[in-house]
């Protein structure tokens, strides 16, 4: 069963497409004109309005919340300059936390104000190319300079310790069953809490020092620095470690053998990869996808 479930869930999933990426939008002209240049926005494919702010400053705030990948400010003004033949300028903000998404979600946003530009010029797709009427710029914030390493690093800290978490915490308790001491356990004054909590303990900790350790490694060899509240990030990574552990947990109490525990592990992780939003946007996969990247850590992580 579980190479066609790979399949189904896969074929689905596994798209390097961006779509229906979140928009956020300020329109300060308020006008048929910029209304129809965020119809263009929205009639794509690529872009899914979240919401309609009024306000500029909102524009970040969305973003910076992660409610919004993409920003479109229209300032006070711009039907007055398209009437007039003057190039209004429009701003476009993305999110540069995942340079894979931004690089694309800033050239299409160049694409469909230069579309809008050609048509409300009058220029024929059939003649040659002309530059548009829209002066449309793209400020990337938080990694202005598209780094790949300030995406992919704590990217890759949260699959390092969600993978030795689990494998470890995997075989824990099933290798008492395989070896039979797990009746000489039961047995003791040892209760089922004590049992799991004695064998979470020691791995919690490793995975803590690991967290500690690639972290600083992270900084040192990649120059990903952590800018918001570090004391926070450790308190939250301590929470991503125990739910890690707990699924490993899970499968070493459901599994019979080492072998049923390493086809589970395998079955949960994989998924978790690539489900995640680490490799693939997980914008693009179909909904039923989306919601079943939910279920993992590492997703949040």
């Known amino acids: 069963m579980m190479p ?3 399949l189904i869930l896969f074929g689905f999933a596994v798209t390097s497409d961006v779509k229906n990426v979140k928009l956020v939008v ?25 919401d309609i702010v009024n306000n500029y400053d909102k524009v970040e705030e ?11 400010a229209i300032p006070d003004g711009f039907a007055r300059d398209v009437r007039r033949k003057e190039a209004p300028k429009v701003q476009i903000l993305v999110d540069g936390s995942d340079p894979a998404i931004a690089r694309t979600a800033a050239a299409y946003s160049m694409i469909i104000a230069n579309n809008y530009s050609l048509t409300i010029s009058g220029i024929k797709s059939s003649q040659p190319f002309k530059l548009g009427l829209i002066d449309a710029r793209a400020r990337v914030l938080y990694n202005p300079m598209l780094e790949s390493a300030k995406f992919n690093v704590p990217g890759i800290i949260g699959l390092i310790l ?6 470890l915490t995997a075989f824990a308790m099933v290798r008492e069953k395989e070896r039979g001491t797990i009746e000489q356990l039961i047995m003791t004054p040892v209760t089922s809490l004590e049992l799991i909590l ?11 020092l690991d967290f500690l350790f690639v972290l600083a490694l992270g900084y040192l060899i990649f120059d990903v620095a952590v800018r918001g509240s570090l004391i926070l990030l450790i308190f939250f990574g301590l929470v991503f470690l125990i739910s890690a552990l707990a699924m490993g947990m899970l499968i070493s109490t459901i599994a019979k053998t080492q072998l049923q525990a390493m086809q ?7 998924p978790s990869i690539l489900l995640s939003g680490f490799i693939f946007p997980r914008e ?4 039923i996808i989306y919601y079943i990247g939910n279920l993992f850590p590492i997703t949040y992580f």
């Open 4 to 6: 066609i479930m790979m």
């Open 26 to 50: 300020f329109d300060g002209d308020k006008t048929k004109e910029s209304r129809a240049l965020i119809e263009k926005f929205a009639n794509s494919n690529y872009f899914q309005v979240s």
């Open 62 to 72: 969305y973003i910076d919340k992660g409610d919004a990948k993409v920003g479109l």
């Open 162 to 167: 969600q993978n030795i978490t689990v494998i």
């Open 198 to 208: 004695g064998k979470l303990i020691p791995y919690v900790l490793i995975g803590f």
């Open 264 to 270: 589970a592990a395998f079955a949960i992780l994989l």
């Open 284 to 287: 693009s996969m179909p909904k």
